[in-house]
Nanobody, 114 residues
Framework: QVQLVESGGGLVQAGGSLRLSCKAS????????MAWYRQAPGTQRELVAG???????DYADSVEGRFTISRDNAKNMLYLQMNSLKPEDTAIYYC????????WGQGTQVTVSS
């Protein structure tokens, strides 16, 4: 049974930082493409950052230079370090594993106040 459990969300002022974590179980974590997505109210879910096992990361233009995705394969953990946060970063952030089979976490709320 695949489980992805996010944590680390919260309320922060603009310019602040948060670090999201995603604990994965039930998958061969080391070879999977892992990613962070987000969804703000009234918008479609969008890719924030993605990372293959041992590969380069890709980022949405809106977060490039502010966010850093990383993984610890030994601990089956995925992270998203978010710096210089802006109110427009407010959203529910989801951890995703795959393709070919896609699995999603339940999401963690990030709220950035101005």
């Amino acid at each position: 049974q695949v489980q992805l459990v996010e944590s680390g969300g919260g309320l922060v002022q603009a310019g602040g930082s948060l670090r999201l974590s995603c604990k994965a179980s039930g998958i061969i974590f080391g070879i999977n493409y892992m990613a962070w997505y987000r969804q703000a109210p009234g918008t479609q879910r969008e890719l924030v950052a993605g990372l293959v096992g041992g590969g380069a990361a890709d980022y949405a233009d809106s977060v490039e230079g502010r966010f850093t995705i990383s993984r610890d394969n030994a601990k089956n953990m995925l992270y998203l370090q978010m710096n210089s946060l802006k109110p427009e970063d407010t959203a529910i952030y989801y951890c995703k594993s795959g393709p070919p089979q896609n699995y999603w976490g339940q999401g963690t709320q990030v709220t950035v106040s101005s």
